[in-house]
């Protein structure tokens, strides 16, 4: 059946390809060659075409913004993750500004300064003030961006800690994650793939003495409010830990550690009375609904945000954030590396 | 001096008529020297490449709307890799790969600069030809076996190359992390040495070409901004490509002779695999050393073009020239320092990342000259709407829109949240994809009369126009939203993720701008391609232009001039010059008496 659909439509496109080539062929013939020639009608057609369509776009840029502004992922869940989302908001302000005002200039004098016949441009080669201008304004604005943006940077990723940060290790594997918690002294043992064996799958050595008290998860718990260090490692390809509700990300590369710290803010019971992840999940629910599928419930997730494979599009962890006591608690019931292998 | 090149042209010209009538099929149009038939060539082999890297992406677009459903026509393509009509994750990573790597280099890089620079370089700088006519058709040979090479990859048993068109080892280098980096990964590195290599060639031709074959009276600061483009895009060539060939050869080492340039302790496949010591990261500086000029490359021709064409169809001189250049070169020397920010989250040293910020939004600067001084060329202007014209206006467009997110993801600490999401896939679509094809639509529309010497249909060059403005902008706008959500790219299905389920919507849309904007270019395919031979035949200006190449007959002949190579008086932009009877002098008039020479 698809097949002759596909031979009918090939052959209803060869004939219209033919009669279109019939009729601007007569009509060429009749307009010997003229009708390429930009006339002013068409400068008045296109150029009004110009205003409709640009200030169109921009209408409905601002339809989206409001369409589709309640898409974007809810406040952050982590303490820096508040300064990220303010030098966002910044931005975005600055970007829009410019974008709200210069498009319109665009497509207002495309349509201004249509052609018409018997008139003539004026000749304006260089204005060294009104370059001059334009440059330096951007370049203030850029350098507020820059400050303030290398500020953030740095104490993201050089964090002056009051207090020990939790050592948490990230694995990636093709195409799953696993985490290993430090136990009581907050070491985490030496692993290396040389000794991924049976169960030991991150290869943690056991005749390092700081290995034995190790827990390996498949859930990510963090206690709420307490630094926690981040050390990712990957086995065979590269990964990337995208936290996105807590503005974090960070690679995970073979061969090599990478590290990122963040302190949570809000734990999953919290954040799941938030206005926007409850409207959030209320929307999903009614999608889930109608195709059949479980009800959801939010939570945080890892997922991989770097191209590692077939099932790339399905590496992903809960995480859980919760109250101190009750992250001990879970701790307390998982099994440690020495109990387990 | 003017007698010896006087006797050098009438030597030329002798030679020329003992020549002319050798000329066979395939020595005209095959294995031609000739810069114009090169160009054309380029252009020719560029479509056929865009073509197939567009319909790859129609595909993938359709399993993003409609994610592991069924559809025949999937099958009808992709046969055994879409069993049942439904897409195999791992072709879908290869079709997003290829689609990657064909749109950026086959048809931006080469399909743009190769049949631009070959085109215009001598016929604006008046020159006989480019400085090596060998070394240039030898560049398009290497390009045209190159893409043989990546179109024959597609039919590899385990499938194409598919870690994403910048192949980051260990994915790239290892058969056993996925088919694709078997035999497919392989072609796609002899295929890319081979584009290296023809990338070269036609550099440094270009290079020495506009160095030292200008005419009498051109000199740098009357050179079209075309030419100023062209060769900054040479020269950015010349010194980044050769990285990427670095690059390529150690991977191939690493895949085919055991080094471990980019491997290091790895567990795959149940074993413990040999590489030791050596880093993922060397690989990504490598590439990106060239991938970020390389983003220039591409759009750095297509600004050229449309300053041309702007300033030609508002019959105004292009607003500060001079800017323009400053800007051309301030965009290319920064283009070099700026690699690292797409490795932000690579683990690279933080001081590093602090660095490249610095030094990526300062590309925002003469990036907001160049879109003010096209503003200001089109203000007061006598705006004459070919389809050239109109594309060189959505190219300002696009250029802002998409210019604007860069000063996001160009920051550091902002860039975390959304690298890798569907917000860096709206970014660079927008500001290096659509600008630079809009640019090459400008470049079709306004040289070919002087390529084929007749002219394309205008109402089809509108009605392709507005389709493929409006389906753009409607594919990748919403993008940014996709991204602001934290959905990430390369995700072959969002199904798994509850979260993105109310994505679902914007998918569909998006996949429908696709398939009409898609489907809307086959109109100028058609037009291109009647116009070839059925098109009304050209005047020798159509569109009363001032520099050098509409001087030329509009049958073409070696040499581009017929008699004596024009001598330049004054820059290309005297367009409606107070005084001057027309709205135009072209380049090779001489100053009127008490004339002041422009800019």
Redesign the interface.
């Known amino acids: 059946m698809s097949t002759i659909s596909i031979i009918v439509l090939l052959v209803l496109v060869v004939l219209t390809i033919v009669q279109v080539m019939r009729i601007s062929e007569i009509s060429s013939e009749i307009q010997k060659g003229k009708d390429n020639e930009v006339t002013e009608k068409d400068n008045n057609t296109q150029g009004t075409l110009m205003l409709i369509v640009g200030f169109g776009f921009v209408i409905s840029v601002i339809v989206m913004y409001i369409v589709w502004g309640r898409l974007s992922l809810p406040e952050s869940a982590s303490v820096h993750g508040s300064e990220i989302d303010s030098l966002w908001n910044l931005s975005m302000l600055i970007i829009n500004i410019v974008f709200f005002i210069v498009q319109p200039i665009l497509f207002y004098f495309a349509f201004k300064y249509r052609g018409k016949k018997g008139t003539k441009a004026v000749y304006y080669e260089h204005n060294n003030k009104l370059e001059l201008f334009w440059t330096v304004v951007p370049a203030l604005a850029l350098a507020v961006l820059i400050i303030w943006g290398l500020n953030v940077w740095s104490t993201l990723m050089m964090p002056e800690n009051e207090e020990e940060p939790i050592l948490v290790e990230v694995y990636a594997q093709q195409f799953n994650w696993t985490v290993r918690y430090s136990g009581g002294d907050n070491v985490l043992g030496y692993a290396t793939v040389h000794e991924i064996a049976g169960g030991n799958i991150l290869g943690v050595d056991m005749k390092d003495p700081a290995s034995i008290d190790d827990i390996i998860a498949k859930e990510l718990h963090l206690p709420v409010g307490q630094p926690i260090k981040f050390l990712f490692r990957s086995q065979d390809v590269i990964h990337s830990a995208y936290f996105p509700h807590f503005r974090a990300q960070m690679n995970c590369v073979p061969g090599a550690i990478t590290q990122f710290q963040f302190t949570p803010s809000i734990t999953t019971a919290e954040i799941r009375q938030n206005k926007d992840v409850k409207d959030h999940v209320e929307e999903v629910n009614e999608i889930r609904k109608a195709k059949g599928e479980d009800v959801w419930d939010f939570n945080y997730i890892l997922l991989c945000n770097k191209i590692c494979g077939a099932a790339h599009y399905n590496m992903q962890m809960d995480i859980i954030v919760e109250t101190e006591d009750e992250f001990n608690a879970w701790l307390k019931e998982q099994k440690t590396v020495a109990e387990t292998l | 001096m003017s007698t010896t090149s006087t006797t050098k042209n009438n030597h030329f010209q002798d030679h020329l008529m003992e020549e002319h009538h050798k000329e066979t099929f395939v020595s005209k149009y095959i294995f031609s020297l000739d810069h114009k038939m090169i160009g054309k060539q380029f252009l020719i082999t560029g479509m056929i490449m865009g073509i197939i890297g567009v319909m790859m992406s129609m595909l993938f677009r359709l399993e993003l709307a409609y994610p592991e459903q069924s559809f025949?026509?999937l099958e009808?393509f992709l046969g055994k890799w879409a069993p049942d009509g439904v897409m195999?994750?791992?072709i879908y990573?290869a079709l997003v790969t290829i689609h990657g790597t064909i749109m950026v280099f086959f048809v931006l890089t080469a399909g743009l600069s190769g049949t631009f620079s070959n085109l215009l370089i001598p016929l604006q700088i008046g020159a006989r030809d480019m400085a090596s006519g060998f070394m240039n058709a030898l560049s398009y040979w290497f390009f045209f076996v190159s893409s043989v090479i990546m179109v024959a990859s597609l039919f590899v048993e385990a499938g194409p190359a598919a870690?994403?068109w910048t192949v980051?080892p260990?994915?790239s280098a290892?058969p056993q992390?996925?088919p694709g980096s078997g035999m497919g990964m392989t072609l796609w590195l002899i295929s890319m040495t081979l584009f290296i290599v023809s990338s070269l060639l036609g550099s440094l031709n270009y290079i020495v070409t506009v160095m030292n074959m200008r005419t009498k009276g051109m000199t740098m600061t009357r050179l079209p901004l075309t030419i100023w483009a062209f060769l900054t895009t040479a020269v950015l060539g010349v010194l980044s490509f050769p990285v990427l060939l670095s690059a390529a050869l150690l991977l191939m080492f690493d895949r085919m002779l055991g080094t471990s340039f980019y491997?290091?302790?790895?567990?795959?496949g149940g074993e413990?695999l040999s590489y030791s010591?050596?880093?993922?990261?060397l690989y990504q500086h490598l590439f990106w050393f060239l991938g970020h000029p390389e983003v220039y490359i591409i759009l750095l021709p297509a600004l050229g073009i449309s300053s041309e064409v702007i300033a030609t169809n508002?019959?105004?001189?292009i607003?500060?020239?001079?800017?323009m250049v400053g800007s051309i070169l301030a965009i290319a020397f920064l283009s070099f320092i700026v690699w690292g920010h797409h490795m932000f989250?690579?683990?690279m040293n933080?001081f590093l990342?602090?660095v490249f910020?610095?030094t990526t939004?300062?590309i925002?600067?003469p990036s907001?000259?160049k879109?003010?001084?096209y503003?200001?060329t089109?203000?007061?202007?006598?705006?004459?709407?070919?389809p050239a014209m109109?594309f060189s206006?959505g190219l300002?467009?696009t250029f802002?829109?998409g210019g604007?997110?860069g000063?996001?993801l160009g920051?550091?600490?902002?860039d975390?949240?959304v690298?890798?999401?569907y917000f860096v896939v709206a970014h660079f679509h927008i500001v290096m994809g659509l600008s630079a094809i809009f640019g090459m639509y400008a470049g079709v529309y306004h040289w070919f009369p002087k390529m084929y010497g007749r002219?394309?249909?205008?109402?089809m060059g509108?009605a392709h126009f507005?389709l493929t403005?409006?389906t753009a902008?409607g594919v990748f706008?919403?993008m940014h939203?996709?991204g602001?959500?934290?959905l990430?790219r390369?995700?072959?299905?969002?199904t798994?993720?509850?979260?993105f389920?109310?994505?679902?919507d914007?998918n569909i849309l998006i996949t429908y701008f696709a398939i009409i904007g898609g489907s809307a270019q086959l109109i100028f395919i058609?037009n291109f391609f009647?116009s070839i031979w059925?098109?009304?035949?050209a005047t020798q200006n159509?569109w009363r232009a001032n520099s050098l190449e509409w001087t030329t007959p509009v049958e073409h002949v070696h040499g581009n001039w017929p008699g004596d190579v024009p001598v330049v008086h004054r820059w290309a932009?005297d367009?409606?010059?107070?005084g001057a009877e027309e709205?135009f002098v072209p380049q090779n008039v001489p100053l009127a008496e008490g004339e002041e020479s422009?800019?």
């Open positions: 025949p026509i009808f195999d994750p791992n990573l870690a994403g980051y260990p994915l290892l992390a996925m491997l290091s302790d790895i567990f795959i413990v010591g050596g880093s993922p990261v508002s019959r105004k001189p607003f500060g020239y001079r800017a989250i690579t683990g933080p990342g602090s910020t610095f939004l300062l925002a600067i907001a000259v879109a003010f001084n503003i200001t089109l203000w007061k202007g006598n705006i004459q709407f070919t109109l206006i300002v467009s802002v829109t604007l997110t000063v996001i920051d550091s600490a902002l975390i949240n690298h890798d999401t002219m394309m249909n205008k109402s509108y507005w403005f409006i902008y706008f919403p939203f996709l602001m959500a934290g990430p390369r995700y072959y299905s969002n798994a993720f509850p979260m389920d109310n994505l679902a914007i058609f009647y059925r098109g009304p035949k159509p932009y367009y409606s010059k107070p709205d422009g800019h």
